[in-house]
């Protein structure tokens, strides 16, 4: 069975950082693309951040670029969201997704429906 669990989240005040965490289980970690994405209250979900394991390939949306950086450490099959001078804009709930192919196209990469699996949330507040 495959699970993805977050974790990470937090109360952070803006400028602040925090390390979102994805571990994977159930399936062979060495062809996936894992994307986190963000819903904030009354909006819809959007990509934040993708990574293919086919050559480490790394994408971000426009709204973080500079700010976020992921990772992961196939060892312990876990990806990682490095967010740093976070913005109250960030705030909202963070899902890891996991597409068991590391061959999404650049715009398949955020696309909700692309995703086979997904975590179930861990929440990022920041405040002004």
């Known amino acids: 069975e495959v699970q993805l669990v977050e974790s990470g989240g937090g109360l952070v005040q803006a400028g602040g950082s925090l390390r979102l965490s994805c571990a994977a289980s159930?399936?062979?970690?060495?062809?996936?693309?894992i994307g986190w994405f963000r819903q904030a209250p009354g909006k819809e979900r959007e990509g934040v951040s993708c990574?293919?394991?086919?050559?480490?390939?790394?994408y971000y949306a426009d709204s973080v670029k500079g700010r976020v950086t992921i990772s992961s450490d196939n060892a312990k099959n876990t990806v990682y969201l490095q967010m740093n001078s976070l913005k109250p804009e960030d705030t909202a709930v963070y899902y890891c997704?996991?597409?068991?192919?590391?061959?999404?196209?650049?715009?398949?990469?955020?696309?909700?429906?692309?995703?086979?699996?997904w975590g179930q949330g861990t929440q990022v507040t920041v405040s002004s």
């Open positions: 997704a996991a597409a068991l192919t590391a061959h999404l196209s650049y715009s398949s990469n955020w696309r909700v429906d692309e995703y086979d699996y």
């Open positions: 159930g399936f062979t970690f060495d062809d996936y693309t």
């Open positions: 990574i293919s394991s086919s050559d480490n390939s790394t």
